[in-house]
């Protein structure tokens, strides 16, 4: 998609211009590194679509653009940290080359580095668009404490899980799509909708993470096969197959996620229980409800319709990927 690329040409420009040069180079390499692998930088890009969409100026959103980019790597270096993750992006983790204490740190100081790009906003923009960073901030934090107790906690319900997966995922891009808008001046209503519109999307992307850590391309997608397995994260996977399965299965499943091990005995058989209960079909479903969900918020928004087809674009393009 022309338009995406043109975005992803605007974010490459300034992070190669916002390159970090300072000392000690010991933390500032290791943030160099994650932020120029960069993924496909859609939380970035979705700010500076959802400013262009109510007609902002492109140049004032894309410094908070970067923001919302360090941020996000900033949760990636702490995440990987926490999952003992070997690879991000098809790349070693920060903590695997660097350590685990210049992880984290490196981690803290991107975060900083965030902040200090919301600076040059006038000052009711600056409170409006810091109200909604720290919000997501502290959202994203309780989602991936969720996620932690979930590894232990015997019952985990399926509410349980949307709203562990919409505040770690869904509400970064809710946000950035929220900041965009706020810094084209669009007013409550239509930044709340396009909010929602980011939400859901989020939350059907996270659904597709949890599809494709077991039932992907694990060249296309960069990390470890079946990692969520190895980990016993209770994603909609496991959820799902809770559901359909039979009671012998179940007790199998809970058997396999109270250990922790690297065992390729825990993936085949939990694997061989997820394709029995035709949880991939189940996930493939829940994607496409929460597209529809998205897909009616975008249609409340008050612009031209013209305005709103890239929106579309992105959420067919996130959810079509490599598997």
């Known amino acids: 998609m022309q338009f995406l690329d043109e975005y992803q040409g605007m974010v490459a420009t300034a992070i190669q211009k916002y390159i970090f040069k300072d000392k000690p180079e010991e933390l500032y390499a290791p943030m160099n590194y994650i932020i120029s692998h960069g993924g496909k930088r859609l939380r970035p890009m979705m700010v500076l679509m959802a400013c262009e969409m109510f007609g902002g100026d492109l140049k004032k959103a894309i410094k908070p653009a970067l923001a919302i980019e360090f941020f996000h790597n900033f949760t990636l270096i702490h995440d990987d940290i926490m999952d003992e993750a070997p690879l991000r992006r098809g790349k070693p983790t920060i903590h695997t080359l660097h350590g685990i204490n210049t992880g984290i740190l490196s981690g803290d100081?991107?975060?900083?580095?965030?902040?200090?790009?919301?600076?040059?906003?006038?000052?009711?923009?600056?409170?409006?668009?810091?109200?909604?960073?720290?919000?997501?901030?502290l959202l994203l934090c309780e989602g991936q404490q969720y996620d932690i107790n979930f590894e232990t906690q015997e019952e985990v319900t399926f509410n349980d899980y949307i709203r562990m997966i919409s505040y770690k995922t869904g509400i970064l891009s809710a946000s950035s799509f929220e900041i965009g808008a706020l810094i084209a001046g669009a007013d409550f209503k239509d930044a709340k909708a396009i909010f929602n519109f980011g939400k859901h999307v989020g939350i059907a992307f996270q659904i597709m993470d949890d599809?494709?850590?077991?039932?992907?391309?694990?060249?296309?997608?960069?990390?470890?096969?079946?990692?969520?397995?190895?980990?016993?994260k209770k994603t909609v996977l496991y959820l799902l197959a809770k559901e359909h399965t039979t009671e012998e299965e179940r007790k199998e499943l809970e058997f396999w996620y109270a250990k922790k091990t690297d065992n390729v005995d825990k993936v085949y058989s939990v694997e061989k229980i997820f394709r029995r209960a035709r949880v991939d079909e189940k996930a493939l479903h829940?994607?496409?409800?929460?597209?529809?969900?998205?897909?009616?918020?975008?249609?409340?928004?008050n612009v031209a319709d013209e305005k709103k087809k890239p929106f579309v674009e992105l959420a067919n393009y996130?959810?079509?990927?490599?598997?």
């Open 318 to 323: 996130l959810l079509r990927r490599e598997s």
């Open 286 to 301: 829940l994607i496409q409800e929460h597209n529809d969900l998205a897909q009616q918020y975008l249609n409340k928004i």
């Open 109 to 137: 100081a991107l975060m900083f580095k965030a902040l200090k790009f919301f600076e040059n906003l006038e000052p009711d923009l600056y409170k409006a668009c810091m109200r909604v960073f720290i919000h997501t901030g």
């Open 211 to 232: 599809y494709l850590d077991v039932f992907g391309n694990q060249e296309q997608i960069g990390k470890k096969h079946a990692g969520d397995i190895y980990e016993n």
